[in-house]
């Protein structure tokens, strides 16, 4: 079994920053992408970020330039800092894994989710 734990979560006023965190734990062969997704009320969930284990990352437009993600492989954890936050990055924040089993295969694992709130 793998879990994954985020925290970091929380009220913050706009322009202020947050950071959350995942940590991967269980039966881990290696992982291969990380990733942070969010979904607001009435939206679909949407990709904010992603990182590879090589560390090349892909962000979302509407989160260039404010957000940062990164990963400590030796920790299996991956971070998502967010600067200059507006109230649209109002969302439950969802960590993404994909592992993979040493014979090839890729697994999905999320996170239960972490709520963030940016009060104007």
């Known amino acids: 079994q793998v879990q994954l734990v985020e925290s970091g979560g929380g009220l913050v006023q706009a322009g202020g920053s947050l950071r959350l965190s995942c940590a991967a734990s269980g039966s881990i062969f290696s992982i291969n992408a990380m990733g942070w997704y969010r979904q607001a009320p009435g939206k679909q969930r949407e990709l904010v970020a992603a990182?590879?284990?090589?560390?090349?990352?892909n962000y979302a437009d509407s989160v260039k330039g404010r957000f940062t993600i990164s990963r400590d492989n030796a920790k299996n954890t991956v971070y998502l800092q967010m600067n200059s936050l507006k109230p649209e990055d109002t969302a439950v924040y969802y960590c993404n894994a994909v592992l993979e089993d040493g014979l090839g295969y890729e697994y999905d694992y999320w996170g239960q989710g972490t709520q963030v709130t940016v009060s104007s």
């Open positions: 990182i590879t284990s090589g560390g090349s990352t």
